[in-house]
């Protein structure tokens, strides 16, 4: 029972980390119908930024969740600018191009980053500090670290930030115009281009967010941490319904416990033929009995069809 137990904390929390770039995912396709594959190389960019950062202040003499903090926002900063640029200048001239446009262009800004990672970080992956206390918390047989508790907590004051933004604000209320109809939202004194390219900024904050906590969770980044991630992140926004905040997160919950509780028990099941490296297996075919059951996801909406 406490291994169950064990598994299903382990699932909420790589769940969570999902769900911050799932989330990010789901705003720029509400928005535009668009989706930004070079969105986990964006949480890698983050990630490598917070390490930078880090890395140069490790003599400061700072405590480690202010070195944190600060390398946080330092990774903010740089991915929104990262996010911002490219919406402008690789996604923006296409908006009115053919689908299929977009979408090699988001497949080639992500292997263009990939690249330049490398070459600016190099290719070797490098150890993240323990920022945070590395003592586990007992909860009676399981335990969660000061980190894990962070991560869960941090999913759910941004999904609760979020739909304040986007039901009980002015730019939220911008988005919802924008992803109606653009044209008309512009008659109506909305500027399309500055809500698209808000909304690229705000998930290219999720997405750093999900890198900073990905390298303190697991202790390491490189240049190719974020394609398993943004996919995976991919997978569980389209499971909960690709366009519904609450959806992507839902999803992503329900990707991480299919993940942790497959790693844990796929191998004595199987008697060892199957360990958990194939757990990844067991999230693709719940997204293909899902999608195959309810094509619009868990919680899919009804996109609004532009004329």
Request: glycine share 10%.
């Given at each position: 029972?406490?291994?169950?137990?064990?598994?299903?904390?382990?699932?909420?929390?790589?769940?969570?980390?999902y769900a911050?770039?799932?989330?990010?995912?789901?705003?720029?396709?509400?928005?535009?119908?668009?989706?930004?594959?070079?969105?986990?190389?964006?949480?890698?960019?983050?990630?490598?930024?917070?390490?930078?950062?880090?890395?140069?202040?490790?003599?400061?003499?700072?405590?480690?969740?202010?070195?944190?903090?600060?390398?946080?926002?330092?990774?903010?900063?740089?991915c929104a600018?990262?996010?911002?640029?490219?919406?402008?200048?690789?996604?923006?001239?296409?908006?009115?191009?053919?689908?299929?446009?977009?979408?090699?262009?988001?497949?080639?800004?992500?292997?263009?980053?990939?690249?330049?990672?490398?070459?600016?970080?190099?290719?070797?992956?490098?150890?993240?500090?323990?920022?945070?206390?590395?003592?586990?918390?007992?909860?009676?047989?399981?335990?969660?670290?000061?980190?894990?508790?962070?991560?869960?907590?941090?999913?759910?004051?941004?999904?609760?930030?979020?739909?304040?933004?986007?039901?009980?604000?002015?730019?939220?209320?911008?988005?919802?115009?924008?992803?109606?109809?653009p044209r008309?939202?512009?008659?109506?004194?909305?500027?399309?281009?500055?809500?698209?390219?808000?909304?690229?900024?705000?998930?290219?904050?999720?997405?750093?967010?999900?890198?900073?906590?990905?390298?303190?969770?697991?202790?390491?980044?490189?240049?190719?941490?974020?394609?398993?991630?943004?996919?995976?992140?991919?997978?569980?926004?389209?499971?909960?319904?690709?366009?519904?905040?609450?959806?992507?997160?839902?999803?992503?919950?329900?990707?991480?416990?299919?993940?942790?509780?497959?790693?844990?028990?796929?191998?004595?099941?199987?008697?060892?033929?199957?360990?958990?490296?194939?757990?990844?297996?067991?999230?693709?075919?719940?997204?293909?009995?899902?999608?195959?059951?309810?094509?619009?996801?868990?919680?899919?909406?009804?996109?609004?069809?532009?004329?």
């Amino acid at each position: 029972m406490q291994t169950f137990l064990q598994q299903i904390i382990n699932g909420l929390v790589l769940g969570s980390m999902y769900a911050l770039v799932a989330l990010g995912y789901t705003m720029v396709y509400g928005i535009i119908n668009l989706i930004n594959f070079a969105h986990g190389e964006v949480l890698m960019v983050g990630a490598l930024t917070s390490w930078t950062v880090v890395t140069l202040l490790a003599g400061s003499g700072l405590p480690g969740w202010l070195l944190m903090l600060i390398s946080l926002l330092c990774a903010v900063i740089v991915c929104a600018a990262l996010n911002f640029t490219i919406e402008k200048l690789a996604y923006r001239p296409l908006r009115k191009a053919p689908r299929l446009a977009p979408l090699i262009t988001a497949m080639g800004m992500s292997l263009l980053l990939q690249t330049l990672a490398m070459i600016i970080w190099k290719p070797d992956p490098k150890p993240y500090p323990q920022l945070l206390p590395a003592t586990p918390i007992s909860l009676g047989g399981p335990v969660i670290t000061v980190t894990q508790c962070l991560i869960l907590l941090l999913t759910v004051v941004v999904l609760a930030g979020l739909s304040v933004l986007v039901n009980r604000t002015r730019l939220g209320r911008a988005m919802r115009a924008t992803a109606e109809n653009p044209r008309v939202a512009a008659l109506m004194g909305v500027h399309p281009d500055r809500v698209i390219s808000a909304t690229f900024v705000i998930g290219a904050a999720l997405a750093a967010l999900a890198g900073v906590m990905w390298a303190a969770n697991y202790g390491t980044v490189q240049h190719t941490m974020g394609f398993l991630p943004g996919l995976k992140a991919f997978t569980a926004a389209v499971l909960g319904g690709i366009g519904n905040l609450a959806g992507a997160v839902v999803g992503a919950l329900l990707l991480g416990l299919v993940e942790a509780l497959a790693a844990g028990y796929l191998g004595p099941l199987t008697g060892g033929v199957l360990g958990s490296q194939y757990a990844d297996i067991f999230a693709f075919v719940a997204l293909i009995l899902v999608l195959t059951l309810r094509p619009s996801g868990l919680l899919g909406e009804r996109v609004a069809d532009r004329a």
